[in-house]
């Protein structure tokens, strides 16, 4: 089994908040992406069992949302850059070229020592503190090439 028994249980801690097993789709594969870095496709057969549902109907959501990745695990930290129009802007392409640059990788890959996997965003909702990245679950506002080096400094 690819879901051991604290996601499995994670997972079950669920279905009070919920209306339907249907309703606990997303907040699960959050459960798994969480703990395992990734939803590998076998997860998703486990989860659609545990929600008694088709493994079809956990894929759809599954893939509607970019969010979760099923190829290959995140790297330990998650970096997301802006790309609204604020943030493009006020330099969030130069940024985003320099951390390319910087962690060898283009969006959408991970680090060869899996420190970090590099994303785009569409918007992160914080177009007064443009440019902005997301790591993981911390916004930082107002980047410049000197902050981004500082944040991957800190992710080694």
Not at 15 to 37: D, M, N, S
């Amino acid at each position: 089994m690819t879901l051991d028994n604290d996601i499995l249980d994670a997972i079950k801690s669920l279905f009070p908040r919920y209306p339907t097993r249907r309703a606990v789709v997303l907040p699960a594969l959050h459960v798994v992406q969480e703990r395992l870095g990734w939803v590998p496709p076998a997860a998703v057969v486990e989860i659609a069992r545990l929600l008694e549902l088709a493994p079809a109907e956990v894929q759809d959501a599954l893939s509607f949302y970019g969010f979760f990745k099923q190829d290959r695990p995140l790297g330990r930290a998650r970096i997301w850059v802006c790309r609204s129009l604020s943030c493009a802007a006020r330099g969030g392409e130069d940024l985003l070229a320099h951390l390319c640059a910087r962690l060898g990788i283009r969006p959408g890959q991970t680090t060869p020592d899996g420190r970090a996997t590099l994303e785009v965003a569409e918007c992160l909702g914080a177009c007064e503190q443009a440019p902005a990245v997301l790591v993981n679950q911390t916004l930082h506002g107002n980047m410049t090439k000197e902050k981004i080096d500082a944040l991957v400094d800190a992710l080694e």
